[in-house]
């Protein structure tokens, strides 16, 4: 009898233990579903491709087409150097979707690493607590605090915040014991420094692990080691140690003439990125909480010696990185979505909440996902609002050849779409290719500063493109020597009169014509 009683509550507690399990797995499959089409949705609703991308492109090119790493510009009638592309990498794997499965794969490529960003976290979550890491609305909240970041397809810079928290995740599974995955930091290095040169925020992570396991009183050379190896093979690269140094120095420069370096409370952001502000103020104030509780209980000095110095230290140096460059500001928001889960779980997990809640939350956001794709359709985002897209169709139609002056932003595009016919003053890659004058030049000549002839003095173009709101627009328009050829809402493309014409042929209004000819270029690449 007591031989029957035992093996019924050993089954019913196996049946507990599979039940659990299962709902757990459901739990984990819809939380899993519901985050990507999410992230999808976002992902599909992005109005333009990154300025960027299109000289990504022509690196990718130049190794898949043409068989060799692209050290020298093409593009540009202007002085350069050498170019020390810290993204060929990202170029490569978006050139290579792009010939092989098509453009509409590069956004879905977007959505794949945001995806596997969070995935990631969530994993860490498990690894660190032991709370349930399926609260969805905290990885909104999290996901619409960067968006503005996040939200252009696709961009270089994912691959360094998908590796961060790849290594995040490593670190913390070395911290409870399996030493033998630090051997993945270097070779992970490796990678990440050919796609990114943002694996410099890599290195310093395992860093801020080492300081943190210092002050933790473990083991912390371990973490040295790893990063003098890890930097050691910053080696392995197309263009060797010299690499190294450009490397330094792009990590280390000043970009005061780039948006989205300047900082999250400079003037000209102060209404800006208002969801991640107060997504770091609950952040904050969450982690101030915890402590003040924790103090309360336990003393200063027990509070002290329990905490986590590896965490506070990787949330305190993201989030200067986020208040110095708002272009950094997601490092933060992984960071504490990592190490701030469980804080933000223990102030919130006694509030007594309707039982259907989750259903409500789940319902919400589907609906949210699925009005997406409804009210979108799924398209390439051609970017008419943000790119001279009919400027450069006109420039294109009319077989108008020569050096084009164009905002860096955007030179990048123009050079995709106009080459060979056309060349640009500079684009994006300002660092990568260009000298250091060429930016404050050509500052000087779109706000129509006193010294804004230089440019057409040292550099002299053929045809300029410019935004309609830099005053440099009605300055050339009362010019005798240039003359406005054509308009559209943004944009007017100006030619010398002397060479300008009464007889043009207008670019079409057809969207569907500039969908189907987005990635079309004249870069040929021989093998």
Not at 282 to 294: A, P, Q, R, W
Not at 404 to 409: C, D, E, Y
């Given at each position: 009898?007591?031989?029957?009683?035992?093996?019924?509550?050993?089954?019913?507690?196996?049946?507990?233990?599979?039940?659990?399990?299962?709902?757990?797995?459901?739990?984990?499959?819809?939380?899993?579903?519901?985050?990507?089409?999410?992230?999808?949705?976002?992902?599909?609703?992005?109005?333009?491709?990154?300025?960027?991308?299109?000289?990504?492109?022509?690196?990718?090119?130049?190794?898949?087409?043409?068989?060799?790493?692209?050290?020298?510009?093409?593009?540009?009638?202007?002085?350069?150097?050498?170019?020390?592309?810290?993204?060929?990498?990202?170029?490569?794997?978006?050139?290579?979707?792009?010939?092989?499965?098509?453009?509409?794969?590069?956004?879905?490529?977007?959505?794949?690493?945001?995806?596997?960003?969070?995935?990631?976290?969530?994993?860490?979550?498990?690894?660190?607590?032991?709370?349930?890491?399926?609260?969805?609305?905290?990885?909104?909240?999290?996901?619409?605090?960067?968006?503005?970041?996040?939200?252009?397809?696709?961009?270089?810079?994912?691959?360094?915040?998908?590796?961060?928290?790849?290594?995040?995740?490593?670190?913390?599974?070395?911290?409870r014991g399996n030493n033998k995955l630090l051997f993945l930091i270097p070779v992970l290095t490796i990678f990440w420094n050919n796609v990114h040169g943002g694996?410099?925020?890599?290195?310093?992570?395992?860093?801020?692990?080492?300081?943190?396991?210092?002050?933790?009183?473990?083991?912390?050379?371990?973490?040295?080691?790893?990063?003098?190896?890890?930097?050691?093979?910053?080696?392995?690269?197309?263009?060797?140690?010299?690499?190294?140094?450009?490397?330094?120095?792009?990590?280390?420069?000043?970009?005061?003439?780039?948006?989205?370096?300047?900082?999250?409370?400079?003037?000209?952001?102060?209404?800006?990125?208002?969801?991640?502000?107060?997504?770091?103020?609950?952040?904050?104030?969450?982690?101030?909480?915890?402590?003040?509780?924790?103090?309360?209980?336990?003393?200063?000095?027990?509070?002290?010696?329990?905490?986590?110095?590896?965490?506070?230290?990787?949330?305190?140096?993201?989030?200067?990185?986020?208040?110095?460059?708002?272009?950094?500001?997601?490092?933060?928001?992984?960071?504490?979505?990592?190490?701030?889960?469980?804080?933000?779980?223990?102030?919130?997990?006694?509030?007594?909440?309707?039982?259907?809640?989750?259903k409500f939350i789940y319902a919400a956001l589907l609906f949210i996902s699925i009005f997406t794709f409804v009210a979108k359709d799924f398209s390439l985002p051609?970017?008419?609002?943000?790119?001279?897209?009919?400027?450069?169709?006109?420039?294109?139609?009319?077989?108008?050849k020569g050096n084009i002056l164009v905002n860096f932003g955007l030179g990048s595009y123009v050079a995709y779409k106009l080459y060979p016919n056309n060349k640009?003053?500079?684009?994006?890659?300002?660092?990568?290719?260009?000298?250091?004058?060429?930016?404050?030049?050509?500052?000087?000549?779109?706000?129509?500063?006193?010294?804004?002839?230089?440019?057409?003095?040292?550099?002299?173009?053929?045809?300029?493109?410019?935004?309609?709101?830099?005053?440099?627009?009605?300055?050339?328009?009362?010019?005798?020597?240039?003359?406005?050829?054509?308009?559209?809402?943004?944009?007017?493309?100006?030619?010398?009169?002397?060479?300008?014409?009464?007889?043009?042929?207008?670019?079409?209004?057809?969207?569907?014509?500039?969908?189907?000819?987005?990635?079309?270029?004249?870069?040929?690449?021989?093998?």
């Amino acid at each position: 009898m007591y031989k029957i009683k035992n093996e019924e509550k050993l089954l019913k507690s196996l049946k507990q233990f599979f039940c659990a399990r299962i709902d757990n797995m459901k739990k984990g499959i819809l939380f899993y579903l519901t985050l990507f089409l999410l992230i999808l949705a976002f992902s599909t609703a992005a109005n333009y491709f990154d300025f960027d991308i299109w000289a990504r492109l022509i690196a990718g090119m130049g190794v898949v087409d043409g068989g060799s790493v692209l050290k020298a510009d093409f593009l540009s009638y202007t002085p350069v150097h050498t170019w020390w592309d810290h993204e060929w990498g990202s170029g490569v794997i978006f050139y290579f979707i792009l010939k092989y499965l098509g453009p509409y794969y590069l956004i879905i490529l977007q959505a794949i690493l945001m995806f596997l960003i969070f995935f990631t976290a969530s994993k860490i979550i498990k690894l660190r607590t032991n709370y349930n890491p399926y609260n969805i609305l905290f990885y909104f909240f999290t996901i619409m605090s960067v968006m503005p970041n996040l939200n252009n397809p696709v961009r270089c810079h994912m691959f360094s915040f998908l590796l961060f928290t790849v290594f995040i995740y490593i670190l913390e599974k070395v911290r409870r014991g399996n030493n033998k995955l630090l051997f993945l930091i270097p070779v992970l290095t490796i990678f990440w420094n050919n796609v990114h040169g943002g694996v410099v925020s890599g290195l310093g992570l395992l860093l801020m692990y080492a300081v943190g396991e210092f002050l933790n009183k473990k083991n912390f050379l371990k973490y040295i080691t790893v990063f003098l190896i890890s930097s050691a093979a910053l080696i392995i690269n197309p263009w060797g140690i010299e690499y190294i140094k450009f490397l330094l120095m792009a990590n280390t420069m000043e970009r005061t003439h780039i948006v989205e370096w300047w900082g999250l409370f400079a003037k000209y952001n102060l209404l800006k990125y208002i969801i991640f502000k107060l997504f770091m103020l609950s952040t904050l104030l969450t982690e101030t909480l915890s402590i003040f509780k924790s103090i309360k209980l336990n003393g200063i000095k027990d509070w002290y010696k329990q905490a986590d110095k590896v965490k506070y230290i990787v949330l305190l140096s993201t989030l200067y990185l986020a208040i110095s460059h708002v272009k950094l500001m997601p490092f933060f928001a992984i960071a504490s979505i990592c190490f701030a889960y469980e804080d933000f779980y223990k102030l919130t997990e006694n509030l007594k909440l309707p039982v259907w809640k989750d259903k409500f939350i789940y319902a919400a956001l589907l609906f949210i996902s699925i009005f997406t794709f409804v009210a979108k359709d799924f398209s390439l985002p051609v970017g008419i609002g943000t790119y001279p897209v009919k400027e450069v169709e006109f420039i294109r139609k009319n077989n108008l050849k020569g050096n084009i002056l164009v905002n860096f932003g955007l030179g990048s595009y123009v050079a995709y779409k106009l080459y060979p016919n056309n060349k640009i003053f500079m684009d994006g890659r300002y660092e990568e290719v260009y000298f250091d004058y060429m930016i404050p030049m050509l500052k000087e000549f779109c706000l129509g500063y006193p010294h804004w002839r230089e440019i057409l003095t040292y550099f002299p173009p053929d045809i300029i493109i410019i935004e309609k709101y830099y005053p440099i627009f009605n300055i050339l328009q009362k010019e005798s020597e240039w003359t406005l050829v054509y308009q559209d809402k943004l944009f007017g493309v100006f030619l010398p009169k002397s060479k300008a014409s009464n007889n043009y042929t207008l670019p079409t209004d057809d969207i569907n014509y500039y969908k189907n000819t987005l990635f079309t270029t004249g870069i040929k690449f021989k093998k």
